[in-house]
């Protein structure tokens, strides 16, 4: 009885470990959005100019989650996992330390970069030190810290902005991430080392540098003249760099992403829709903080406050999606459920400088719902049909194509904010309200594109089991 205790009590610390990395991960992710003004104000840059700190972390954590597996593998699940904290809390030093806007997003990137392994490589340790039969059990214990981060995030965030200051929101990181370092050290498994399975470098060269420059040329979309040009040029080289890759992974004896997973329609499908669906929605945690303190007076802790509702009633939704997907099917699910998150987004373009607080808070909870359940229903069906030796590459495919949709979508909302911005004048509230309302609705514009994708779903297709959160 004793021995069985101490053989599951390192399994159980590892498990807190993860859990605390994945918290770290999803708190920064969902904190720094109510600091925005706070941060514009003290280094003298518009809050319309802010999207450039969202965007560097989101972008960079995209570039490396495909290398993830591979470094865990090569250099063992503790060593890397280590380096993760360690970059992270690095990063976190640097932004708090950072003087101008250009530092303060380098210093995000290298932020980005180690909150990119702390998932991929605790999933994989925690994936080697349970049972199969154990193992989903085990990682749904890790996800619940990853759901109380964003719960908190933004009003923590809202609190150190106003009784502190927001380099806070950064420092707060320093004793959990030494704490992470400590338990690390000694509840990760070394990991054994697999030195002899090959890394496809010139294909995550080709992938990474695609990536990089088409979100960096719709981040630079609102400029005019030589910026304009400058971001012209990086789509270009951008769209031309994974074509490339597609092109080498065709005949690269251990590509990246094995062009066979793309024979899978829903895997096809799941992808691209999730790509179109959230460059909308994923705008949202952004927007809202922004135009709440910018254009209706809010206070950080109130608009803080004010995403509360969101995560309610993203966590009320999610005992419905697995009835409802049962029910209704994938393709009628997810093609109604897109329209009305477009819609729900699009709405929020009729903001007044006075809104009724109980309309806000329900047009908010009605967003996380529809929005949570267009997540679940899209996860599911993207990885549903893979075959168990494509599972892992698929959800890394899925990780880091959700990864790079949040950073666009924030790029686009942030050109669209500063075109609109120039265009009414960015002088007094209600002109950047008209600013913030025209791109509201043509963010919803846009998450209304992913029906077309949709529909290619088979029109009759139920779920075998229950729907993946």
């Known amino acids: 009885m004793s021995s069985a205790t101490d053989s599951r009590a390192p399994r159980q610390a590892l498990l807190w470990l993860v859990a605390l990395g994945f918290f770290m991960q999803t708190l920064d992710a969902t904190i720094v959005n109510t600091a925005l003004p706070a941060m514009a104000a003290d280094l003298g840059e518009s809050p319309l100019q802010m999207h450039s700190v969202i965007v560097a ?25 280590m380096s993760a904290i360690a970059l992270f809390v690095i990063g976190s030093v640097l932004c708090a330390l950072a003087p101008r806007l250009s530092l303060l997003v380098a210093a995000r990137v290298v932020q980005g970069l180690g ?30 810290p990853g759901l109380v981060g964003p719960l908190i995030g933004p009003t923590l965030g809202g609190w150190l902005v106003e009784y502190a200051s927001w380099h806070w929101i950064f420092w707060v990181n320093v004793p959990v991430g030494v704490l992470g370092l400590v338990a690390a050290r000694r509840f990760m498994p070394g990991g054994d080392l697999l030195a002899q399975r090959g890394f496809d470098g010139v294909g995550y060269a080709l992938l990474a540098v695609g990536m990089a420059f088409v979100s960096l040329a719709v981040e630079g979309m609102a400029g005019v003249g030589a910026r304009s040009a400058v971001a012209l040029v990086l789509l270009v080289f951008g769209l031309a760099s994974l074509a490339a890759y597609w092109l080498h992974a065709l005949r690269s004896p251990n ?36 135009v709440l303190q910018v254009s209706l007076g809010y206070s950080p802790m109130q608009a803080g406050m004010m995403m509360l509702p969101t995560v309610l009633g993203s966590m009320l939704a999610k005992p419905l999606v697995t009835r409802i997907v049962r029910r209704w099917g994938f393709r009628r699910v997810l093609v109604a459920n897109t329209c009305a998150l477009a819609l729900l987004i699009a ?92 791109t509201f609705a043509c963010m919803g514009l846009l998450t209304l594109a992913a029906t077309a994708l949709f529909l290619q779903l088979p029109a009759r297709e139920l779920p075998d089991a229950s729907v993946a959160e």
């Open 255 to 290: 590509p990246l992403f094995v062009p066979g997973l793309f024979d899978v329609r829903s895997l096809r499908v799941g992808l691209l829709g999730n790509l179109f669906s959230r460059l909308g929605s994923s705008c949202m945690p952004f927007m809202i903080p922004l």
């Open 115 to 144: 909150g990119a392994l702390l998932l991929p490589v605790g999933r994989l340790a925690v994936l080697r030190a349970f049972p199969r039969e154990e193992f989903i059990h085990a990682m749904s214990l890790v996800a619940i």
């Open 347 to 438: 709405s929020f373009a009729l903001l007044s400088p006075q809104p009724p607080l109980a309309l806000l808070g329900l047009q908010l909870a009605l967003f996380g719902g529809v929005n949570s359940m267009q997540f679940s229903a899209m996860n599911t069906v993207t990885l549903k049909d893979l075959s168990t030796q494509d599972a892992s590459s698929g959800n890394s495919l899925l990780s880091m194509v959700q990864m790079l949709a949040l950073g666009m979508g924030v790029a686009a909302a942030g050109a669209l904010l500063a075109s609109f911005g120039d265009y009414f004048g960015q002088a007094g509230s209600q002109h950047t309200l008209s600013a913030f309302r025209a």
């Open 57 to 81: 972390y989101s972008l960079a954590m995209a570039v490396l989650i495909p290398a993830s597996g591979w470094l865990a593998d090569r250099f063992g699940t503790r060593r890397v996992f």
